[in-house]
Structure formats: structure tokens, C-alpha cells
């Protein structure tokens, strides 16, 4: 998985919502069943901010924790190298940035 959205902090701690700190889990209706699911990251129930992740794999092991909002539904492939560009620990061996991201 390709994990983002930690803007305070950067090392993945961190992160803010436009609600505060942390905002509640919608719902967990939708299920980690594929790549190029986004799904909020968080430490715990209700504990959302700005931090999210998208899928590479099948990731059940999220599924009724962490809530899927979207999904990627063209450039697949640029996920698939992105997740190619991490290092041990996972992280990558530079910047990587998302921008002119459409939304729905």
C-alpha cells in the first residue's frame, strides 16, 4: 500500500482535518477488495485526520477499521510504480507528490 497525508509532521504521525484533529468513521460499507482503493488512515476508532492510503493489493486485514472514500479509476499503473519506489521501512527514496488529482 501507498500510505500519505501526514503534513505536520511528515514522518507519519502527524496530520490535521478540516475538522480539527480528528474527525468519526463514516461507515466501513465498502470493503478492501482491490487495488486502488483510498482509505483514511488512523490509529484507532474515530481517529481520522488527513492521512490516507491507497491500495496495491487486497488488504482485508483494513476491512471494519479503516473507511474507503475512493478509488483511483484511471493511471492505475502510475500507483503500481509509485509502490515500487518504496525502501526498507517503506519509505521512499525521495519526494513523491499527488498533484492535478481530479475529483468526483
Known amino acids: 500500500m501507498i500510505m500519505g497525508g501526514d503534513f505536520t509532521r511528515g514522518n507519519g504521525k502527524g496530520g490535521k482535518s478540516i475538522y ?6 463514516e461507515n466501513f460499507q465498502v470493503k478492501h477488495t482491490k487495488p486502488g ?29 479503516h473507511v474507503v472514500f475512493g478509488e483511483v479509476v484511471e493511471g492505475l499503473e502510475v500507483v503500481k510504480a509509485l509502490a515500487k519506489l518504496g525502501g526498507l521501512g517503506g519509505k521512499p527514496g525521495g519526494t513523491i507528490m499527488i498533484s492535478e488529482c481530479g475529483t468526483i
Open 37 to 65: 482503493l483510498l482509505s483514511m488512515v488512523n490509529s484507532g476508532p474515530n481517529t481520522n485526520g488527513s492521512q490516507f492510503l491507497i491500495t496495491t493489493v487486497v488488504t482485508s486485514w483494513l476491512d471494519d477499521k
Open 20 to 25: 480539527g484533529d480528528k474527525f468519526d468513521d
